[in-house]
T-cell receptor, first 114, second 114 residues
Framework: ETGVTQTPRHLVMGMTNKKSLKCEQH?????MYWYKQSAKKPLELMFV???????ENNSVPSRFSPECPNSSHLFLHLHTLQPEDSALYLC?????????????FGSGTRLTVV | DQQVKQNSPSLSVQEGRISILNCDYT??????FLWYKKYPAEGPTFLIS?????DKNEDGRFTVFLNKSAKHLSLHIVPSQPGDSAVYFC?????????????FGKGTLLTVNP
């Protein structure tokens, strides 16, 4: 248990479905991130939140919609996804925007779009 | 264009021997480097880091070497143990500006054989 909890661990959804991924951390961190890991590709940064404010949207399609209601919770709302969106979605947090302290990752949500 | 490259997708070594994982980067603004380790069904966990003001950092069996002129870093594991079998990600960060963003390589799967 890293202190960053992601739910669900696995998700299968149809292209017309709407679902949400949840991330929760109780480490007192102020920055939270969504990363996407596709097969044979590097971890891709999707969104960054610092003190609940979105500070980066890394050219992510609008079918992915993040939400950060407070510094402990981060959501990724999904709608009308494509099969190529199937991947491991990782949430991470860090003490602050200074990545010198590294990230603490959750275990990820394995998403399959059918 | 990949700014952090791990050109070996996999590496296999015998227990007790040295494991050397390599990483190259192209962005000269990177000044902090990290290694993460990932087991199946878990998120990456921080292993060791090095600042660009150093050329070596050691933590137990793990040593990271940085060659700034070659834009190359390596992770040495001595002696290797079967429990070290995992995917190892190299990551880099540039201080100032978007200093909260880590750029990852694709990872190298290390297998340590008993």
């Amino acid at each position: 248990e890293t202190g960053v909890t992601q739910t669900p661990r696995h998700l299968v959804m149809g292209m017309t479905n709407k679902k949400s991924l949840k991330c929760e951390q109780h480490l007192g961190h102020n920055a939270m991130y969504w990363y996407k890991q596709s097969a044979k590709k590097p971890l891709e940064l999707m969104f960054v939140y610092s003190l609940e404010e979105r500070v980066e949207n890394n050219s992510v399609p609008s079918r992915f919609s993040p939400e950060c209601p407070n510094s402990s919770h981060l959501f990724l709302h999904l709608h009308t996804l494509q099969p190529e969106d199937s991947a491991l979605y990782l949430c991470a947090s860090s003490r602050n925007r200074d990545s010198l302290y590294g990230y603490t990752f959750g275990s990820g949500t394995r998403l399959t779009v059918v | 264009d990949q700014q952090v490259k791990q050109n070996s997708p996999s590496l296999s070594v015998q227990e007790g021997r040295i494991s050397i994982l390599n990483c190259d980067y192209t962005n000269s603004m990177f000044d902090y480097f990290l290694w993460y380790k990932k087991y199946p069904a878990e998120g990456p966990t921080f292993l060791i880091s090095i600042s660009s003001i150093k050329d070596k950092n050691e933590d137990g069996r793990f040593t990271v070497f940085l060659n700034k002129s070659a834009k190359h870093l390596s992770l040495h594991i001595v002696p290797s143990q079967p429990g070290d079998s995992a995917v190892y990600f190299c990551a880099a960060s540039a201080s100032g500006g978007s200093n909260y963003k880590l750029t990852f390589g694709k990872g190298t799967l290390l297998t340590v054989n008993p």
